[in-house]
């Protein structure tokens, strides 16, 4: 490995295990701690040692797991008890107020700024707002707004398909599946990303370009999270003409063709050709980075599982999941994803009851000798970069 580290026992401060640091006792073997953390095991059957970030769970490490069944179970009891899992209608009737008041500010003013190249600071706006409308329909997709699934499902399809152009249908349904199998290679669609390489595997399968590609990853990934706006549009415009899985594939086509319709007419109709063309690149340039950059801290360089590894609920959720710390204003950048061990361990959970969850949760792992992992924004990036840096290299 080319990064320096120190071996000791890791602190929530940015390797994660127990809040108070105490020394905890790991899930997998030669647990090494650094600040881009390292989970490696010696696979003498394999014949090499695991690179960052991809860790193996010892067998012996799983011999108690179905007595560890009913942690999970003890967890959830102490959730529902302190009503986390209660919804939050005032909340959210706010945000989406507010959400819903920001697109309309942002078109006025688009309209009134008329043929000028100032736009392109309105797309940026936009481009945060957009941004903000697809945190409400994540959290539609889990069911933390309302009860009923209906209700959800008219949330989402609003701000997926009319407001933000992503099929609410495709989305929940690849969201699921990595919310079943987190970072598990051959269940999680969010760790087979073209051109990205996240294992070993999948960076010794490439060729050509893609092997160049691969050696360079690190430095490109930020420059192509440019283009995760364009993917989203794409798969979701795919996933609607195919019909997969979704269940309301007319509402779905109907509101996705409208919000094409109407934000490719009022981008040329207000604007000359060549700025109504910038306008789009810096609107959807700038909303896949935000998205992206709000994503990826989650789950990448976090360990990586295989079907081998058969954790339970609770720990297969919690050690391959990443907590960014910060304050309410983080909160809100990050649409609550920087709680994401909570989020995990319990989907349905409102948005605005994660922060309170947080301790409660985090003391329950440190009990349970748990790792537990948390760190700030800027090194969550960096360990994301130098996971990549080193599958490719």
Same mark, same amino acid.
């Given at each position: 490995m080319n990064c320096c580290f120190s071996v000791r026992r890791a602190t929530v401060s940015d390797?994660?295990?127990?809040?108070?640091?105490?020394?905890?006792?790991?899930?997998?073997?030669?647990?090494?701690?650094?600040?881009?953390?390292? @989970?490696?095991?010696?696979?003498?059957?394999? %014949?090499?040692?695991?690179? /960052? =970030? !991809?860790?193996? $769970?010892?067998?012996?490490?799983?011999?108690?797991?179905?007595?560890?069944?009913?942690?999970?179970?003890?967890?959830?009891?102490?959730?529902?008890?302190?009503?986390?899992?209660?919804?939050?209608?005032?909340?959210? @009737?706010?945000?989406?107020?507010?959400?819903? %008041?920001?697109?309309?500010? /942002? =078109? !006025?003013?688009? $309209?009134?700024?008329?043929?000028?190249?100032?736009?392109?600071?309105?797309?940026?706006?936009?481009?945060?707002?957009?941004?903000?409308t697809a945190f409400l329909g994540h959290d539609a997709g889990h069911r933390q707004i309302f009860h009923s699934r209906r209700a959800n499902d008219v949330v989402g399809l609003v701000c997926g398909n009319l407001l933000t152009g992503i099929s609410y249908g495709w989305w929940v349904d690849k969201h699921n599946r990595h919310h079943a199998h987190p970072n598990t290679e051959g269940h999680d669609p969010d760790i087979v990303v073209a051109p990205l390489s996240f294992t070993p595997a999948q960076a010794a399968a490439q060729r050509g370009l893609g092997a160049l590609f691969v050696r360079h990853q690190a430095a490109l990934f930020f420059p192509l999270l440019l283009l995760e706006g364009l993917h989203l549009h794409v798969h979701s415009i795919r996933a609607v003409v195919r019909g997969d899985r979704l269940r309301h594939r007319p509402a779905e086509a109907g509101l996705l063709a409208l919000h094409l319709a109407g934000y490719i007419t009022a981008a040329f109709l207000v604007l000359s050709v060549p700025q109504a063309i910038v306008f789009i690149l810096v609107h959807q340039g700038l909303f896949g980075l935000y998205l992206g950059c709000s994503f990826a801290p989650n789950h990448k360089g976090m360990p990586i599982l295989t079907e081998a590894d058969n954790l339970d609920y609770l720990r297969r959720q919690v050690l391959?999941?990443?907590?960014?710390?910060?304050?309410?204003?983080?909160?809100?950048?990050?649409?609550?994803?920087?709680?994401?061990?909570?989020?995990?361990?319990?989907?349905?959970?409102?948005?605005?009851?994660?922060?309170?969850?947080?301790?409660?949760?985090?003391?329950?792992c440190t009990d349970h000798d748990i790792a537990y992992h948390e760190t700030t924004l800027t090194r969550s990036w960096a360990q994301v970069l130098a996971h990549l840096r080193t599958i490719g290299s």
């Open positions: 390797t994660g295990t127990t809040s108070s640091g105490s020394p905890i006792r790991p899930l997998w073997q030669g647990w090494i701690a650094c600040d881009c953390p390292v @989970a490696l095991t010696a696979e003498p059957a394999r %014949g090499s040692a695991w690179l /960052a =970030g !991809v860790a193996r $769970v010892s067998e012996t490490d799983l011999g108690a797991r179905s007595e560890r069944g009913s942690e999970y179970a003890d967890l959830s009891r102490l959730v529902r008890a302190a009503g986390l899992l209660n919804r939050r209608p005032g909340r959210y @009737a706010f945000r989406v107020t507010l959400v819903l %008041g920001c697109l309309g500010v /942002a =078109g !006025v003013v688009f $309209v009134r700024l008329g043929q000028s190249w100032w736009q392109t600071t309105v797309a940026a706006a936009l481009a945060v707002v957009f941004t903000q391959t999941s990443r907590n960014v710390r910060g304050g309410l204003l983080l909160d809100a950048l990050l649409g609550g994803l920087n709680y994401q061990i909570e989020h995990h361990l319990f989907p349905s959970m409102p948005r605005p009851n994660l922060r309170r969850a947080q301790p409660l949760i985090r003391q329950f």
